[in-house]
């Protein structure tokens, strides 16, 4: 299992930024993919970003392609979103998440049920 602690989160103006970054307490097979989602109260968990600790494949959901970036530091095993042009309805909870490696692809693709292991998550509001 690994843990992930997100921090980052707050409050900003709309068309601002928020940097996001994802802690992982190790990283292993089990770690290939790490991923961002975001859930709202009463509504399903939404994919943000993907991307692969072996040679920082990406991939973004629609809703945050070209303002939303992701990285990764291998060395410091840390994973982070740049959140940029933010918007109201950004404003969720975000969670990072580790994949198993039996699932890379799906992973990749934004498929939560791949991910086998969860943040606490950190709140972001974007004010109008």
């Known amino acids: 299992q690994v843990q992930l602690v997100e921090s980052g989160g707050g409050l900003v103006q709309a068309g601002g930024s928020l940097r996001l970054s994802c802690a992982a307490s190790?990283?292993?097979?089990?770690?290939?993919?790490m991923g961002w989602f975001r859930q709202a109260p009463g509504k399903e968990r939404e994919f943000v970003a993907a991307i692969t600790w072996r040679g920082g494949s990406t991939n973004y959901g629609r809703s945050v392609k070209g303002r939303f970036t992701i990285s990764r530091d291998n060395a410091k095993n840390t994973v982070a979103l740049q959140m940029n042009s933010l918007l109201p309805e950004d404003t969720v909870v975000y969670y990072c998440a580790a994949a198993t490696p039996l699932a890379m692809t799906t992973a990749m693709s934004g498929a939560d049920r791949a991910y086998v292991d969860w943040g606490q998550g950190t709140q972001v509001t974007v004010s109008s």
């Open positions: 190790r990283r292993s097979d089990s770690s290939g993919v």
